[in-house]
């Protein structure tokens, strides 16, 4: 069987989703911000890759700060030892 080719990407950045799409667009990252004289197509990859690692990075700073945890419940808070199976 012979290896598929890969192609440059030459249009914007496919979403970044998850924490391995994250690191794998840190790495393409770092590696054309190292090229001495990157093409234009390189320079909007670079660009574009940006973009989106800024779009995955807001949505968790952001949720963090603003909700609890446990926001839709209202009861009182129970521990593990508030079950009763300790006091036989």
Known sequence: MA???RRKSDGPA???RNKRDYERAATVVKRLS???NPDSTAELRLQSLLKE??????PEENAAESEPEDIDYAGPRRRWSDDGSGSD
């Open 14 to 16: 496919r979403p970044i």
């Open 3 to 5: 290896k598929r080719d």
């Open 34 to 36: 190292r090229q001495k």
């Open 53 to 58: 690692l800024d779009k995955y990075d807001d």
